[in-house]
T-cell receptor, first 115, second 105 residues
């Protein structure tokens, strides 16, 4: 079956611009996670959704970052006033059960470059 | 102190060698532990969960030491195809920086 998909695969933007990154989880998966990964580092947790609600948003670095999942499936990560330090690969993952109970499946990521 | 720490390596080993990685975690209340594999410019993929009693999957063995707050991954008879970065994860969402393994002929 289809895995987790993310669009776009690459995004280049200028400092100060607004970007939206989209994640389509595996159909039926109730849990959805956003991470970002910089070169040579592991995935850094940003936010976890269980259904439509953000169950844990403690990883969002500041108020420029926001994520939604209005219908409990597709999620959008929104970054306002982008900074060069936001450049990273943004990974989305989903799992069939709440965090800790089931395997996470990762999407291929969106590579964000802020010039 | 970071929540999850790993030796970044790199580990360069010959084919057939046995290699072990450790990962320490700071939160003593952590309940779930995992090892992921990540190939260059690809997404992480679950290698195995780590159970309290330790578990084995073919050439791979994972162990948990709650008293010392670390998990380990042992790879026996390493293959060229085992070359990758190995990430540990705690409570599903906290990852280490990864350990790079290169297996050479």
């Amino acid at each position: 079956g289809a895995g987790v998909s993310q669009t776009p695969s690459n995004k280049v933007t200028e400092k100060g611009k607004y970007v939206e990154l989209r994640c389509d989880p595996i159909s039926g998966h109730t849990a959805l996670y956003w991470y970002r990964q910089s070169l040579g580092q592991g995935p850094e947790f940003l936010i976890y959704f269980q259904g439509t609600g953000a169950a844990d948003d403690s990883g969002l670095p500041n108020d420029r970052f926001f994520a939604v999942r209005p219908e409990g499936s597709v999620s959008t990560l929104k970054i306002q006033r982008t900074e060069r330090g936001d450049s990273a690969v943004y990974l989305c993952a989903s799992s069939a059960s709440p965090a800790g109970e089931d395997t996470q499946y990762f999407g291929p990521g969106t590579r964000l470059t802020v010039l | 102190r970071k929540e999850v720490e790993q030796d970044p390596g790199p580990f360069n080993v010959p084919e057939g060698a046995t290699v072990a990685f450790n990962c320490t975690y700071s939160n003593s209340a952590s309940q779930s532990f995992f090892w992921y594999r990540q190939d260059c410019r690809k997404e992480p993929k679950l290698l195995m969960s780590v159970y309290s009693s330790g578990n084995e999957d073919g050439r791979f063995t994972a162990q948990l030491n709650r008293a010392s707050q670390y998990i380990s991954l042992l790879i026996r008879d390493s293959k060229l195809s085992d070359s990758a970065t190995y990430l540990c994860a705690v409570n599903d969402m906290r990852f280490g920086a990864g350990t790079r393994l290169t297996v050479k002929p």
